[in-house]
Structures are given as C-alpha cells and as structure tokens.
C-alpha cells in the first residue's frame, strides 16, 4: 500500500491538471474545435524557429554533451544567465550565484530543501499557484496563506506583519502572478522588504524572499518588471524557460541566489546537494546548453496580448468583473455564483474548462489560460455569452 502522505496526495491531485485530462477526452466526444480548454498554462506559441536548428548544432559541436557536470550546470551557460542578468539590471553576480535547475518548480524545491526545517512556516499570497503547499509540505514545512486582496490582488501587508512568527522562515511571491497578472512594482517591493528587514531584527533569525518568476518576459505594454534581487538581501529567484520560449515539457530553469545572502556559501553548497538528493543530480545537459543562447531572447507575447485584449473586452461586455492582466497569460474573473467549483462545472454543459479559484485558494473566482489559439478563443465567445446568459435567466 502506498504511504498515507502519498494517499493524501493522489485523493487531492491537481484541480488543473484533472480539468486538461478532461479537456483530452471532451475533445475526442464533441472534436477539438467545439472543446475550449483554458485549464493549463500550456503554450500554445511556438518556440523560436531557430531552436531545432540550435539543438542539432549543440549536439554536432559538443562531444561530451551527454555527460555529468557540476550539480549546479555548466559554468559556461551559469557565466552567460549572470552576465546577461548583470547588464540588465545593474548588479553583480557571478557563476556562483547561479545554479541550473529541472525548471521553477525543480528550483523551488531545491530552495526548500536547502532551507527549511521540520515546522518552518512558509507565506504564500492567495490566489497562489497551488502547488506550493505540496512543495513546502515535501520538506516537512508549513503553509501560511494570506487571504487575498480583491479587486488590486497585491500582497495585504497588515496580514502579512500579523502572520510573521519566529518560525517563519519563507515568503514566496509570484510576480508577473499565477492566476491574476499581477506585476508588483518597486512600491510593493519595497514595503515588502521593509517588513521582511523588520521582521528579521524583530525575531533574530533569517526570513528569505523567494520570487517565483516563469513569467518574466510575459508582460504587455511595457511595464516594469522590478528585479527582486534589488530590494531585499536574502533573495531567491526561481526562473523557467517553459514560457519564454515556449519549452515547458523540457524541464529547463534556473535559481538565483543574492550576492548579499548572508549565507550565500553554505546556501549555495546546499542547492548543489539538493540537486543532487532530490534525484535530479543536475538539469538537463543539453537543454543548458540550449538556454545558452536565449537567454537576453524577447519573447513573442503577441498572441497572448490578442487573446487577453479579446476576452477581456468580451467578458466585460457580459457583466463579468476582472481585471486586465498585467503580464503572463491568465485572466481570473469573478464567478457569477459564489461556489466557484459549481459555476466551473456548469461551465462544462458550454464545453467550457475553466479552473476554479479555490484551487487557488481564492474562492469566487476562476482563471482562464489564454495562451491557447486564436481560434480556441474566438470559437469560445459564443459559449461564454451562453453561459452569462444561463446565469442571468436561471440562476437570479
């Protein structure tokens, strides 16, 4: 039989990826152009048309390219991520500051490992992505969930100051944000380290920032995305290239840790370990060697900012409430009933996958993943205007 944490886990299995599972088998019922899957933030853009030729050039060039490395990558590809990152954003990393990882999720993990003792307290800010509690349960850790912050969905900081205990030992922001889009800029960042700086003088122990940031370069009309690692010394960053470049099945990300950790050496020798212990021993040779050559790369958002521009404007115009994203690929409006799980379900007699935003930890709410085809969306309207419509007339 299998362990009771694992039991736990498999009767509690992701609402996301149930609903993509669904979406597969809905699709082979009604044919894939009646099926509008929002349910996982799967790419639909193409990577760069340079990457296969990119990746047979590796493999002609490099002779050792299947082999072991340092756990932390090959300095090469850590020397260029520090470099690029360095001109970018005025500071000073070097290779030692970068450690190569199984994407954000493998780099969130490592960073846990390293960190946490049974007990640590971990904050998230809901909506979050809702593995995390999974991440930080791995290491024996405990969640803290600040309760949202509707309609702006930036971080409550009253809450945040009342939650801090001596046994915090992490806070995890996700910015541009999974579900809302939400950027938060140097006035959030900065009142954030300020709390984080008091906290720490206030209860003598160390409490890390760790910024979760697959969605970096996924950001419309030109705002800022702040890099983190300027606001607060005890910094991580987790980094994937699964939307920039559209690879998410390749597993390729990064972590950064600050120049100004006051642990820096030990933290570093403890990712490198954690790399090791957790199976992953190091990530994947050939796609560091890839990411190599993209990394100062500028992703094409122009689907998404179409698709966004789309349904949201429709949305509106059918009574929902949201906001317009920010950045990465997710709309998270209201739902019109407050059992969000019910209104999701209804949604699926419209052949529509929505995701719940309890599975988010904000009830009342549900994310929509455009990075799907214009046409997906385009086909979908129709289907959403079905469903306000059923709300109206039926349900008030």
């Known amino acids: ?87 970018k954003y005025g500071l000073k990393l070097s290779v030692d500051n970068i450690c190569m990882c199984v994407g954000a999720a493998g780099g969130l993990n490592i960073i846990l490992k390293t960190i946490l003792d049974p007990e640590d307290e971990v904050i998230v800010f809901a909506p979050f992505f809702g593995e995390y509690k999974h991440y930080i349960s791995n290491f024996d850790g405990k969640i803290v969930v600040i309760p949202p912050n509707p309609p702006s969905f930036l971080p409550n900081f009253s809450a945040l100051k009342a939650s801090i205990t001596p046994k915090t030992k992490a806070v995890i922001i996700n910015t541009p944000n999974n579900p809302t889009g939400v950027i938060y800029d140097r006035a959030t960042l900065t009142e954030l380290a300020n709390i984080l700086e008091e906290k720490q003088q206030e209860m003598l122990s160390q409490i890390y920032l760790i910024s979760d940031e697959p969605y970096r370069e996924i950001v419309y009309n030109n705002v800022e995305v702040p890099n ?36 820096l050496k030990e933290v570093v020798a403890g990712l490198n370990v954690a790399n090791r212990v957790l199976g992953f021993v190091n990530a994947p040779s050939l796609f560091q060697k890839l990411v190599e050559r993209y990394v100062d790369f500028d992703a094409d958002i122009s689907l998404y900012k179409s698709n966004r521009d ?22 998270f409006p209201k739902a019109l009933i407050e059992d969000d799980v019910e209104f999701c379900a209804e949604a699926k007699k419209f052949n529509l996958l929505l995701v719940p935003g309890s599975a988010f930890g904000c009830k009342g709410y549900f994310r929509i993943a455009y990075c799907v085809s214009a046409a997906t969306v385009n086909n979908s309207l129709e289907a959403f205007a079905k469903l306000a419509k059923y709300y109206n007339d039926v349900v008030q």
């Open 310 to 331: 789309i349904l949201y404007s429709h949305l509106k115009s059918l009574g929902f409430e949201l906001n317009n994203p920010e950045g990465a690929f997710y709309l």
């Open 1 to 87: 039989m299998i362990s009771k944490k694992m039991q736990e886990l498999v009767a509690g299995s992701s609402v996301i990826r149930a609903m993509f599972e669904e979406g597969k088998l809905m699709a082979q019922k009604y044919g894939v152009e009646n099926v509008y899957d929002f349910s996982l933030g799967n790419p639909n853009t193409a990577p760069p048309d340079a990457i296969k030729e990119d990746i047979y050039d590796i493999l002609k060039r490099e002779e050792q390219i299947h082999g072991y490395m340092n756990n932390s990558g090959y300095e090469q590809t850590r020397n260029k991520i520090a470099a690029v990152t360095n001109a």
């Open 228 to 263: 983190v690692l300027s606001f607060y010394k005890n910094t991580f960053i987790a980094y994937s290239y699964s939307k920039s470049l559209s690879l998410p099945g390749e597993r390729i990300g990064y972590v950064i840790s600050s120049s100004e950790m006051s642990d």
